[in-house]
């Protein structure tokens, strides 16, 4: 089962209703998720263009309250306080380094810690400064719901990012993160690392 795009928190759902994909596929037995997402760069070692192999994830509207799993616990999905120590599967972010390096496509591709914040407003520099302090390499505005109902749910997940913009880490700058640019960064030739995938 393939989706074409999601929706988001930020065009007026609400969290469990961005999520309602998974859980249709853990209901007609799908058991593994991959999940792909468009983020801003935050790790300086990052270009346009790589890709960043999500291995855990920050999960900001989580520090304020905004859940997926929010509301009485559905306990034929899963339990009520589910573990996110390991949300993203060792043995599938083992096997997609393994195909990266016989790929010889190492320089572009990393692994890092995803942040997801609401949006859809795109980041002031003091806030990007304040995410890279707290250890994110790219900043994205989905996924996390995603992974934390499939991990609910007992689904194994593997995710992934396309880095389409660097983050604007400077104030003495007058360039702007524009939508138009992250849609030019995935059109036209798909990007090396996409045989990977
Ligand atoms: O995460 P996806 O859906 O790829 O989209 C990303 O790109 C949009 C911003 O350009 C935001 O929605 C962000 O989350
Ligand atoms: N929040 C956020 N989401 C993005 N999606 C693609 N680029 C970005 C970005 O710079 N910030």
Same mark, same amino acid.
């Given at each position: +089962?393939?989706?074409?795009?999601?929706? @988001?928190?930020?065009?007026?759902? =609400?969290?469990?209703?961005?999520?309602? =994909?998974?859980?249709?596929?853990?209901?007609?037995?799908?058991?593994?998720? $991959? $999940?792909?997402?468009?983020?801003?760069?935050?790790?300086?070692?990052?270009?346009?263009?790589?890709?960043? $192999?999500?291995?855990?994830?920050?999960?900001?509207?989580?520090?304020?309250?905004?859940? =997926?799993?929010?509301?009485?616990?559905?306990?034929?999905?899963?339990?009520?306080?589910?573990?996110?120590?390991?949300?993203?599967?060792?043995?599938?972010?083992?096997?997609?380094?393994?195909?990266?390096?016989? +790929?010889?496509?190492?320089?572009?591709?990393?692994?890092?810690?995803?942040?997801?914040?609401?949006?859809?407003?795109?980041?002031?520099?003091?806030?990007?400064?304040?995410?890279?302090?707290?250890?994110?390499?790219?900043?994205? +505005?989905?996924?996390?719901?995603?992974?934390?109902?499939?991990?609910?749910?007992?689904?194994?997940?593997?995710?992934?990012?396309?880095?389409?913009?660097?983050?604007?880490?400077?104030?003495?700058?007058?360039?702007?993160?524009? @939508?138009?640019? +992250?849609?030019?960064? @995935?059109?036209?030739?798909? =990007?090396?690392?996409?045989?990977?995938?």
């Amino acid at each position: +089962m393939c989706m074409k795009g999601r929706v @988001h928190r930020y065009e007026g759902y =609400p969290m469990w209703k961005t999520t309602v =994909p998974i859980r249709v596929m853990r209901l007609v037995g799908v058991s593994d998720v $991959i $999940i792909s997402t468009a983020t801003g760069g935050l790790n300086r070692g990052y270009k346009i263009g790589d890709v960043m $192999i999500i291995k855990d994830h920050i999960n900001m509207p989580g520090f304020s309250g905004d859940s =997926p799993l929010i509301g009485k616990n559905d306990e034929r999905f899963g339990p009520r306080f589910p573990g996110m120590s390991n949300a993203y599967d060792k043995q599938l972010r083992q096997e997609a380094k393994n195909v990266v390096k016989e +790929m010889g496509i190492e320089e572009s591709v990393h692994e890092g810690v995803y942040v997801m914040l609401g949006g859809p407003s795109y980041e002031t520099v003091a806030e990007l400064r304040l995410l890279r302090l707290l250890g994110a390499d790219a900043v994205g +505005m989905s996924t996390v719901a995603e992974v934390v109902v499939a991990r609910h749910c007992g689904m194994r997940v593997f995710a992934f990012s396309l880095i389409t913009n660097k983050c604007i880490m400077d104030w003495d700058t007058d360039d702007e993160p524009l @939508h138009t640019e +992250m849609l030019s960064s @995935h059109s036209g030739e798909p =990007p090396d690392q996409m045989p990977a995938v």
